[in-house]
């Protein structure tokens, strides 16, 4: 998994670097650093496993789930366009959403149903965008980068005799790839694109309850329209 993961970043980075050189035979553009909002719809895909040891010597139990959403979210983002048309970015989403929900049932003196979800915050981006400028206002481009988010799986039981584990929080990071195309207009410009990130997977051992064992894997669609200001 590891190898995968490692040349799927070398082949995303050989591609961009690639695409960037033969970007600079494109068309003038503006140049400087720019500022502006976006709107995405995404689309997640979540696989889950929870492995529950017990607690009266009932031995584990392993409950797995498939949990498939969508959800609108706005972002702000700074970045600078050199002069042909290719840019460097950074885009932050401030607040947090609720993602892979699902329940399982307790059996047994823990008897009781458990809902489990993840809980998604933050999420920060940083891209590169080599871009083709087919005239002097309108260009197509590439899209690569790296977003962090910050996960935090939840328990909640629907009866006090079901002991819930306790998560603790961690940072996953994941590969971006897209494509996309902006139209300048004076200092403003507008871009439209589609972009795929595959997450890095969360895993953690609960201290506390039953002591189970969550691992997640996110993967996001995104659809984004977006508005900017070049100074």
């Known amino acids: 998994m590891k190898d995968n993961n490692m040349n799927k970043i070398r082949n995303t980075l050989v591609g961009v670097i690639a695409i960037t050189m033969a970007s600079f035979s494109s068309a003038y553009s503006f140049e400087g650093f720019s500022i502006g909002a976006a709107y995405s719809s995404l689309d997640f895909d979540t696989n889950g496993k929870e492995v529950?040891?017990?607690v009266l010597g009932s031995g584990p139990k392993t409950t797995t789930s498939k949990k498939t959403g969508s959800g609108d979210l706005g972002s702000i983002f700074?970045?600078?366009t050199f002069a042909q048309g290719s840019t460097i970015g950074v885009d932050?989403?401030?607040g947090s959403t609720e993602i892979g929900k699902g329940t399982r049932t307790e059996t047994g003196t823990t008897a009781g149903t458990v809902t489990v979800a993840a809980e998604i915050?933050?999420?920060?981006?940083f891209y590169v965008e080599p871009t083709y400028m087919m005239n002097e206002k309108f260009g197509v481009y590439v899209k690569g980068g790296a977003t962090q988010l910050t996960v935090t799986p939840k328990e909640k039981?629907?009866?006090?005799?079901?002991v819930n584990s306790t998560?603790?929080?961690q940072d996953v990071w994941g590969i971006v790839t897209g494509v996309g195309a902006k139209y300048y207009m004076g200092n403003f410009f507008v871009k439209a694109e589609?972009?795929?990130t595959d997450f890095g997977a969360y895993q953690h051992t609960s201290t506390a309850g039953n002591k189970n064992t969550i691992q997640a894997d996110i993967d996001t669609e995104e659809t984004r329209l977006a508005i900017g200001y070049n100074f």
């Open 52 to 54: 529950s040891e017990g």
């Open 157 to 162: 039981s629907d009866t006090g005799a079901v």
């Open 78 to 80: 700074a970045e600078y």
């Open 194 to 196: 589609y972009t795929e």
């Open 167 to 169: 998560y603790k929080s």
């Open 92 to 94: 932050y989403i401030s």
């Open 121 to 125: 915050a933050d999420p920060i981006t």
